[in-house]
């Protein structure tokens, strides 16, 4: 019968917090996981459990402070008085020798109910004159859930790409993203949490997805500029542009202009109905600076002198 303040290091003044954060650093340590084949660790993890159920539980602690139980919850005294004869009544043999309940003085029956309560977690007496319910043990409290939070790059999120994370026991896992995953999205995985007497929590994992250097998500779409030459622009042709997949040809139309946007069809975000968004591509006329054949030739081009304004009224 140990004492249940010993076995976790903790003085009987300790609050509820110091209980469980004493618990909490045993168990990590102690924990099968963490010491398999190790029989001598797996019984003190038992211990270390057992200590903890009994010190958070308000009504076993304060009946051990009061030594009415042990340290395994058994009570010292079974029905709280002796043996011997007295006016206080006992448990003695009955009539013929059987075993019974001495009434006490006069024969007034005694009401037993808290002392059943005591021993079985029940009340005794009912209609029947039987035991209620109660003799199996309360739920036990599993551990505490651990938050995480996990970068995942932009064309990762986009592509569902499989992500690594580092637990706080030090295990790796490779999680697979969900379809619709965006920042806030969170993922549970169930029992990777503080271990319990209960058994263990979970995890809870809260995605960011990171921003990116030339792509932005709208929705489910991706959205990038694409730089053109003036060539490129006016005549047209094929070029190659960057997707969260890699890089593609895209068709520039013959006199294609600063804003138009282009449509690449399932190049997005997956959706969670098991479609896909798509990228939207802006052209952007890049025009070089300080290029003397440039110069002349708008110089001498007709169209300098049209107002693509005038439509704005201005």
């Known amino acids: 019968m140990a004492d249940p303040y010993a076995t976790l290091g903790v003085a009987r003044g300790a609050t509820e917090a110091d209980i469980k954060k004493a618990y909490r ?8 996981d963490r010491n398999k084949d190790n ?9 270390v459990t057992q200590a903890y159920d009994l010190l958070t539980d308000k009504d076993k602690r304060a009946r051990f402070d009061r030594g009415e139980i042990d340290g395994d919850g058994n009570p010292t005294s079974p029905f709280g008085f002796g043996t011997g004869g007295g006016g206080a009544g006992g448990f003695r043999p009955g009539p013929g020798g059987r075993g019974g309940f001495d009434m006490g003085p006069e024969g007034q029956g005694g009401d037993f109910s808290d002392i059943f309560e005591g021993l079985f977690g029940g009340r005794a007496g009912g ?3 039987g035991f209620a319910s ?14 995480y939070r996990l970068k995942v790059p932009f064309e990762d999120a986009a592509t569902l790409s499989p992500q690594r994370i580092t637990l706080a026991d030090g295990k790796t896992i490779d999680l697979k993203l969900p379809a619709g995953v965006d920042t806030g999205t969170q993922m549970r995985l169930s029992g990777k949490g503080d271990p319990g007497p209960g058994g263990a929590g979970d995890a809870i994992v809260t995605v960011e997805v990171q921003p990116h250097r030339f792509y932005t998500r709208d929705g489910d779409d991706v959205r990038v500029d694409l730089p053109i030459n003036l060539a490129e622009a006016v005549l047209g042709g094929k070029v190659r542009v960057p997707t969260v997949e890699g890089a593609v040809m895209l068709s520039v139309p013959k006199g294609a202009t600063s804003g138009k946007t282009l449509r690449l069809k399932g190049r997005g975000f997956h959706r969670k109905d098991g ?10 006329i890049d025009l070089p600076t300080d290029d003397a054949d440039l110069t002349r030739f708008v110089e001498g081009w007709s169209g300098a002198n049209t107002d693509p304004r005038a439509k704005l009224g201005v």
């Open 275 to 284: 479609t896909r968004g798509d990228q939207l591509v802006t052209l952007m």
């Open 25 to 32: 650093k045993l168990a990590k340590e102690l924990h099968p």
């Open 39 to 47: 029989k001598a660790a797996s019984d003190r993890f038992t211990k």
């Open 127 to 129: 209609a029947g004159g």
């Open 134 to 147: 109660g003799f199996g043990r309360r739920a036990q409290p599993k551990g505490g859930n651990v938050a």
